[in-house]
């Protein structure tokens, strides 16, 4: 089974600190994905990563910032946490090849104080 | 605009109830999926399809590639199948491989 695991599944922060959301996927998919989904808004696209140092602005990408060092691990950092970025943050993987089925982690629910 | 719809937003059913979402959107895609999503977060993957239709137990989900629209069934729905259901799209125009659009969800509260 594809597995796709997330640092923390709930983090509080305060105003104006540096935070670092971890990704990890076991399955060697190239793609990668975060996404952060708010209520009556569904889920949009911050960043995506298909290779390794290879990063795509998705629809929302102000104030955040991505790194793939490695083909397993994604990373999103918010450089200076605002509250408007209170959210539940989930991260996805998939082959870009074939049906391009995303696989989730379990999403890291984010408050900024 | 958001290119996926889905309808109804919020749906309430009594448990043994056939249910029905409902998915449009606005150009030709290569494949739809239905995702479902409980409460805590997690997201899993139904459904893949991209013509036809396809059953997993109680659920069935079918597509109208003419009609660009696609329905999630729910048969004899029990109180387990309270969740956020999920339409999401790949295009056939995209911008970058594997992306999806995402509908803005289905929440389903099935009541015992």
């Known amino acids: 089974d594809v597995k796709v695991t997330q640092s923390s599944r709930y983090l509080v922060k305060r105003t104006g600190e540096k935070v670092f959301l971890e990704c990890v996927q076991d399955?060697?998919?190239?793609?990668m994905f975060w996404y952060r989904q708010d209520p009556g808004l569904g889920l949009r696209l911050i960043y995506f990563?298909?290779?390794?140092?290879?990063?795509e602005k998705g629809d929302i990408p102000e104030g955040y910032s991505v790194s793939r060092e490695k083909k397993e691990r994604f990373s999103l950092i918010l450089e200076s946490a605002s509250t408007n970025q209170t959210s539940m943050y989930l991260c996805?993987?998939?082959?870009?090849?074939?049906?391009?089925?995303?696989?989730f982690g379990p999403g890291t629910r984010l408050t900024v104080l | 605009k958001n290119e996926v719809e889905q309808s109804p937003q919020n749906l309430t059913a009594q448990e043994g109830e056939f249910i029905t979402i409902n998915c449009s959107y606005s150009?030709?895609?290569?494949?739809l999926h239905w995702l479902q999503q409980h409460p805590g977060g997690g997201i899993v993957s139904l459904f893949m399809?991209?013509?036809g239709k396809k059953k997993h137990g109680r659920l069935i989900a079918t597509i109208n590639i003419q009609e660009k629209h696609s329905s999630l069934h729910i048969t004899a729905s029990h109180p387990r199948d309270s969740a956020v259901y999920i339409c999401?799209?790949?295009?056939?125009?995209?911008?970058?491989?594997?992306?999806?659009?995402f509908g803005k969800g289905t929440k389903l509260s099935v009541k015992p």
């Open positions: 399955m060697d998919h190239e793609n």
């Open positions: 999401a799209v790949r295009f056939r125009v995209i911008k970058s491989q594997g992306n999806l659009i």
């Open positions: 150009v030709g895609i290569s494949a």
């Open positions: 996805a993987s998939s082959s870009p090849w074939g049906t391009v089925e995303q696989f």
């Open positions: 990563s298909y290779d390794v140092k290879m990063k």
């Open positions: 399809l991209s013509s």
